[in-house]
T-cell receptor, first 113, second 114 residues
Framework: DAKTTQPPSMDCAEGRAANLPCNHS???????VYWYRQIHSQGPQYIIHGLKNNETNEMASLIITEDRKSSTLILPHATLRDTAVYYC??????????????FGQGTELSVKP | GAVVSQHPSWVICKSGTSVKIECRSL??????MFWYRQFPKQSLMLMAT?????????EQGVEKDKFLINHASLTLSTLTVTSAHPEDSSFYIC??????????FGPGTRLTVL
């Protein structure tokens, strides 16, 4: 079973920041948090991952709370092409390179003009 | 970024036939690859973990004799759906882990069994 819970859907205005929350209260000390998104009928696209510290790349920022029980993915300036299902995933059983990704139901983000 | 490819992108077959799907990591070596299945309007379900040079590890409820996995090299894993039936129709997606720990997914293969 997935170790994360996310709201099933969210809306965001184009050009605004999209903040997608995720709860992972049973996360263990060596388990990473990963974010992916999936546009209809395509394979999931990697966005970002982290362990304890906040992370930022060209796509997004990942904010992980100090107790690691929740995180937030931030898309700083959402565009219509960011409309997708966003999955927050805890890599189970193996740190950064081992283990496996168990997908939950994700959040369907709709970016509106 | 790293690329994972799948072939074919879609396939239609008759009930009872076997179908092979290939998954390749194009610009990195992957000792571990994964196979997922996704039904319409559902999330991805992990089927098995494929390790280069060893037998695949299947998730509970996935029939290993029906879904044959071969990971013969560091850049290629194959999934063979044997004696396919209409209920096996689904979107099959593979993924591979790079040395940096990033897990990349292929574009998926749409299987339709008539």
């Amino acid at each position: 079973d997935a170790k994360t819970t996310q709201p099933p859907s969210m809306d965001c205005a184009e050009g605004r920041a999209a903040n997608l929350p995720c709860n992972h209260s049973t996360i263990s000390g060596n388990e990473y948090v990963y974010w992916y998104r999936q546009i209809h009928s395509q394979g999931p696209q990697y966005i970002i991952h982290g362990l304890k510290n906040n992370e930022t790349n060209e796509m997004a920022s990942l904010i992980i709370t100090e107790d690691r029980k929740s995180s937030t993915l931030i898309l700083p300036h959402a565009t219509l092409r960011d409309t997708a299902v966003y999955y927050c995933i805890v890599r189970v059983g193996g740190g950064n390179q081992g283990g496996k990704l168990i997908f939950g139901q994700g959040t369907e983000l709709s970016v509106k003009p | 970024g790293a690329v994972v490819s799948q072939h074919p992108s879609w396939v239609i077959c008759k009930s009872g036939t076997s179908v092979k799907i290939e998954c390749r990591s194009l610009d990195f070596q992957a000792t571990t690859m994964f196979w997922y299945r996704q039904f319409p309007k559902q999330s991805l379900m992990l089927m098995a973990t494929s390790n280069e040079g060893s037998k695949a590890t299947y998730e509970q409820g996935v029939e290993k004799d029906k879904f044959l996995i071969n990971h013969a090299s560091l850049t290629l894993s194959t999934l063979t759906v044997t004696s396919a039936h209409p209920e096996d129709s689904s979107f099959y997606i593979c993924s591979a882990i790079s040395q940096r720990g990033e897990q990349f997914f292929g574009p998926g293969t749409r299987l339709t069994v008539l």
